[in-house]
């Protein structure tokens, strides 16, 4: 259960950082936030191949 819940929170912190690198016009963000995003999608993508790499454990009723 931790493992999956890890993997949503992961994937949704790509996706918001994907938001903030694509972002355009008024909305463009700093290339200091654009950097950090790219980092923190790394760090992210590299947690969550932690997760699937360690295996999820069978539910327990």
């Given amino acids: 259960m931790i493992g999956m819940i ?3 929170i992961g994937l ?3 996706t918001r950082c994907l938001s903030f690198i694509t972002r355009a016009g008024d909305r ?3 290339i200091i936030v654009r950097v ?3 980092v923190t999608i790394l760090m992210c993508i590299l947690g969550v191949l932690s997760f699937f790499s360690s295996g999820f454990p069978a539910p327990t009723p």
Avoid: L, P, S
């Fill in 28 to 30: 463009n963000e700093h």
């Fill in 36 to 38: 950090m995003a790219v």
């Fill in 6 to 8: 890890g993997t949503m």
């Fill in 12 to 14: 949704y912190c790509i």
